[in-house]
């Protein structure tokens, strides 16, 4: 008898998650969106990651306010990989991952928060730089499942990789 792998756990309780949550894994990028709004009852907000924080080898950025969720994201990528940060962050939220702010800020040269989010306003900020706790691995999941789920199949090998980098559409239209 096989036992589940660790991958494979974590696989499964992911997709039990999302069907839990209602949020299906072969909705539109705009349709999981709304979804997360309608379950958090307050607007989710996406922009840009400020360049100083970019440089410092984070890519992605979710601040959580009473008013709305931010998700901050690299820009200077290719579109899949720009959609594969925000569904990233997208599954911090749907987990409600915590992590203590001055910890996660440490370090991270962002610069200032745009006007409308001061820093007594933020009470969660998780940042995007690795895989290595079980919340960066659950958040890598849900993205990945939401991500992949109903989208045509690549070409295996070296051209499909070089088509999900550049963004482009399984069957070659953008």
Sequence with gaps: MRTIGAYE????????????????????????????EELRGRPLVLRELPKEAALSGVCGLWLGTDAADYI????????????????????????????????????LAAGPLPDDLQPQLVKRLMARSSYTSSEEQEAEMIASLIQSAGKPSRPAGPLGRLGAFLGLAADGAE
């Excluded at 998650?17 to 949020?23: A, C, I, K, P, S």
Aim: aromatic share 4%; with cysteine.
């Design 9 to 36: 756990e974590l696989q499964r309780r992911c997709i039990a998650m999302l069907r839990d949550l209602g949020v299906e894994r072969s909705l539109p990028f705009d349709a999981v969106r709304a979804r997360v």
């Design 72 to 107: 901050f994201y690299e820009a200077r990528t290719a579109p899949l990989h720009r959609e594969h940060i925000i569904l990233h962050e997208i599954g911090h939220v749907l987990c409600d991952h915590r992590r203590d702010i001055a910890a996660r800020a440490e370090g």
